[in-house]
């Protein structure tokens, strides 16, 4: 990727304005705004390029503002994710410069790359990249059944989801799979497909979804990550994830195989 470097503003330069800091996104009335930098009081602030969006520039200032602070989780959208990715991207990037300013190895000052998203140590040379994790979800059929889990995390809002984990060091995704399905509920799957793809910023996933066919083996669920898993049929779903995220996705392809095992009378 071309990388164009931070700069102090002049108060000319125009587009769309990702202003972020620990995680969070500036968005007054819910948008990311939009207009010339002096409009916005913007000008001699630092900002960078960190791509392009429905035609303009998107600029980065790492820096938090006093109202509207929020969850980018918001601009999620189920038909256009691209503005989604774009705040991803702003909120990783600030967080990655914040939490990068000195050297893991020597301690001393870094700086921002030029040349690509990375921090540099001026003493040792040593190059830090943006960290982005691996992880996996996966989508199970059983027939004309899907498994679905509350997870700890997700008790309060009781939304109910396919099951997701991170991918461990020397492990392949399918390992992971295979790993993760097995540890959070005791079952064995088979005929592992992958989807696609979905940057998820909380704090830097990059998740992998995957649909599969269950095998053997009856639910338990691991208690320290689960509250409660079980096989719904597609007519009577409890509350799942919203559109525009990729669990919501797997669920309605698995939805479409199930309907299908219904309708064609198929036999495993
Ligand atoms: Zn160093």
Redesign the pocket.
């Known amino acids: 990727m071309n990388i164009e470097q931070q700069l102090h503003l002049t108060g000319n330069e125009k587009g769309y304005w990702f202003v972020s800091q620990n995680g969070r996104l500036w968005l007054p009335n819910g948008k990311v705004p939009f207009g010339q930098a002096n409009e916005l009081g913007f000008s001699h602030e630092i900002a960078q390029p960190i791509g392009e969006w429905n035609g303009q520039t998107a600029w980065l200032i790492c820096k938090e503002m006093n109202s509207s602070m929020s969850s980018i989780k918001c601009l999620l959208n189920r038909d256009d994710p691209s503005l989604f990715y774009m705040a991803g991207r702003a909120v990783q990037l600030s967080e990655f410069y914040r939490s990068h300013k000195y050297?893991g190895?020597?301690?001393?000052n870094m700086h921002i790359s030029h040349k690509e998203w990375c921090c540099l140590?001026d003493?040792?040379n040593?190059r830090y990249y943006p960290q982005i994790s691996p992880s996996i979800i996966v989508a199970i059929r059983n027939k004309n059944k899907i498994l679905l889990a509350k997870h700890a995390r997700h008790n309060k809002d009781n939304l109910f989801t396919v099951l997701a984990g991170f991918t461990e060091i020397g492990e392949t995704m399918e390992n992971a799979v295979e790993r993760e399905v097995f540890e959070e509920s005791k079952i064995k799957i088979k005929n592992i497909r992958y989807v696609g793809s979905q940057p998820w910023p909380f704090p830097n996933s990059l998740m992998m979804a995957y649909l599969a066919d269950y095998d053997s083996g009856d639910i338990q669920i691991d208690k320290n990550e689960l509250v409660e898993a079980a096989w719904y049929h597609y007519s009577q779903l409890p509350k799942i994830p919203e559109y525009g995220t990729i669990a919501r996705r797997l669920i309605e392809d698995t939805i479409v195989l199930c309907r299908e095992y219904d309708e064609l009378g198929k036999n495993e």
């Open positions: 050297c190895y020597c301690g001393h140590c003493n040792c040593e």
